[in-house]
């Protein structure tokens, strides 16, 4: 079975420090895709930064990074100089097959 | 180009009650989800659909039902609502290019 591990239920930094955001995930697929999405209070589900398996450079998407360590599987989210509008929950996919494996959520909380 | 809309917003029923959930999307996907999404909790698959005619089960099927009589609709039906089924729900869709989804800004359904 495939699955998806977010470990820290809850973060909070202060206004333009970064914060790394972890995910695990578990999968026996040679392809597959690894997403981050963002939800924030108004509920709407936002792509924040997608990584495609096979490509060995980890995605960027102006503040936001990933680092993608594929034999740990372990696919953090970096973000740089975060602002008050990142405040959301952050929700790591395993995309496969057509299918998103989603984690439990991080909710990130910046303060200003 | 709207991406994706969900009717209605919010809904409040009666334990018994039935009603329809209406998706629609605008791009010409192939594949649409529902999904249910809990207090504190992540997303949660209904039913999926992987072209016009076709439907098929998720993690949580009991109690729902889907129809995809036209490429760019998929309804979420649920005969005889529960309280268990108050949640807020959202809709996708995804095309062939990558395992990517785009969301709808979900319902709200809350069952008495």
């Known amino acids: 079975a495939q699955t998806v591990t977010q470990s820290q239920p809850e973060m909070s930094v202060q206004e333009a420090e970064t914060v790394t955001l972890s995910c695990t995930y578990d999968?026996?697929?040679?392809?597959?895709?690894l997403f981050w999405y963002k939800q924030p209070p108004s509920r709407q589900m936002i792509l924040v930064i997608r990584q495609e398996a096979y490509k060995q450079q980890n995605a960027t998407e102006n503040r936001f990074s990933v680092n993608f360590q594929k034999a740990a599987k372990s696919f953090s989210l970096k973000i740089s100089d975060s602002q008050l509008g990142d405040t959301a929950m952050y929700f790591c996919a395993l995309g496969s097959n057509y299918q998103l494996i989603w984690g439990a959520g991080t909710k990130l909380i910046i303060k200003p | 180009n709207a991406g994706v809309t969900q009717t209605p917003k919010f809904r409040v029923l009666k334990t018994g009650q039935s009603m329809t959930l209406l998706c629609a999307q605008d791009m010409n996907h192939e594949y649409m989800y529902w999904y249910r999404q809990d207090p504190g909790m992540g997303l949660r698959l209904i039913h999926y659909s992987v072209g016009e005619g076709t439907t098929a089960k998720g993690e949580v099927p009991d109690g729902y039902n889907v129809s995809r009589l036209k490429k760019q609709n998929f309804l979420l039906g649920l005969e005889s609502a529960a309280p268990s089924q108050t949640s807020v729900y959202f809709c996708a869709s995804g095309g062939l290019a990558d395992n990517e989804q785009f969301f709808g800004p979900g319902t709200r359904l809350t069952v008495l």
């Open positions: 999968t026996s697929e040679n392809n597959y895709y």
